[in-house]
């Protein structure tokens, strides 16, 4: 089996931790020094997430915030992987706090070296997600206080 193959394999299985809810099979995915960048304007989990506690705590944390909990599903669309890259589109469906529906299109670029996720940089369409969350008025009280 290739790189690619053996990096694509890596990401079905992180994947399948994600839709198990299980954030000790998540976090392990990712190297100690990874990174995750999402630029997405205003949105309080813009920016780049630097060290997996990082990413799990304060990035997953942050985007989690904003839906109804045990809502948020996966329906990865795509995969295409090339040497240490592994490119995947996926859809997010969920309830936001307030009950609204939530259905997004992203993009991840995942950079995996010796089986562990050391990058990604995720696209997706922030004006949508700043529309939807922008009448939470839970989440945006909770990050202006960072309580």
Not at 2 to 17: F, M, W
Not at 100 to 112: A, H, L, S, W
Request: proline share 3%.
């Amino acid at each position: 089996m290739n790189q690619a193959s053996i990096n694509k394999k890596v990401l079905e299985r992180y994947v399948a931790a994600l839709g198990a809810q299980d954030p000790r099979a998540v976090r392990e995915f990712f190297a100690q020094d990874a990174t995750w960048t999402l630029q997405a304007g205003q949105l309080p989990m813009s920016g780049t997430w630097e060290g997996r506690d990082r990413i799990i705590d304060g990035f997953f944390a942050t985007a989690m915030a904003h839906y109804e909990p045990g809502s948020v599903r996966l329906e990865v669309t795509a995969m295409v992987a090339e040497g240490d890259q592994v490119v995947l589109q996926w859809t997010s469906r969920a309830r936001t706090r307030d009950g609204r529906p939530y259905e997004n299109g992203c993009i991840g670029v995942f950079t995996i070296r010796d089986g562990t996720i050391t990058a990604v940089r995720e696209y997706m369409d922030t004006l949508y997600a700043s529309d939807a969350f922008g009448g939470d008025t839970q989440i945006s009280e909770t990050i202006a206080t960072g309580v």
